[in-house]
């Protein structure tokens, strides 16, 4: 089944479309309902910078890459797998499956709404269902929102930068941006 939704861009986009074209592409796959047994490995790779390999070369076509982020899935040991009705595959990440590569807000302060647009064409409110935190990393702090399933997405450095920006204007204590009623601090 080829991957046929365009991907979401929230760039130039309101708040107020992007969450109607979030709602409008209706969920991802199941795949938290879906149990088959583990089958191998599917000589898949997530590199840092959300490039996907297959057998050590790049996946070229963008459509093909957002197919399989939605079957997509983080076991409860960390591992990730890509996951059927029928199969189950590991997959290597390098750091987080996605990458949160535009943001789009509307608000200030605790009325602040903040949407992100994630490299697999897909897009999120921050809040609650998608709560935003800072990770200690060997690389140092990683900024981070939860998509689905245990996936994350880290937030590209202009995104985190301009968060930071706005908590230290705001004087938040500790430093912290606020979307969709809910408090994020961006310490880790």
């Known amino acids: 089944m080829p ?26 796959p199941p795949v938290d309902l879906w149990n088959p047994s ?13 490039t996907w ?3 050590g070369s790049p996946i070229e076509r963008p459509a093909m890459v957002r ?3 939605t079957v997509l899935r983080r076991e409860p040991d960390g591992s990730h797998v890509l996951v059927t009705p029928v199969e ?37 409110i921050v809040g609650p269902d998608h709560p935003l935190n800072l990770v200690a990393t060997a690389d140092g702090p990683s900024p981070r929102v939860a998509v689905r399933f245990g996936l994350e997405a880290e937030l590209a450095r202009p995104l985190y ?16 941006v606020w979307s969709d009623s809910a408090f994020f601090p961006l310490t880790s």
């Open 161 to 176: 930068y301009e968060l930071a920006e706005i908590a230290l204007a705001e004087g938040n204590d500790p430093p912290g």
């Open 3 to 28: 991957e046929r939704r365009d991907p979401l861009e929230a760039q130039g986009m309101s708040l107020k479309d992007l969450a109607a074209a979030i709602g409008d592409r209706g969920g991802p």
């Open 38 to 50: 583990h089958c191998g490995n599917s000589d898949m790779r997530i590199a840092r910078d959300g």
């Open 88 to 124: 189950k595959l590991a997959i290597d990440v390098d750091a987080t499956a996605f990458r949160a590569t535009q943001m789009t807000m509307s608000g200030t302060g605790d009325q602040r709404r903040i949407g992100l647009t994630l490299d697999s064409g897909d897009a999120l």
């Open 53 to 55: 390999y297959y057998r």
């Open 67 to 69: 197919l399989f982020a």
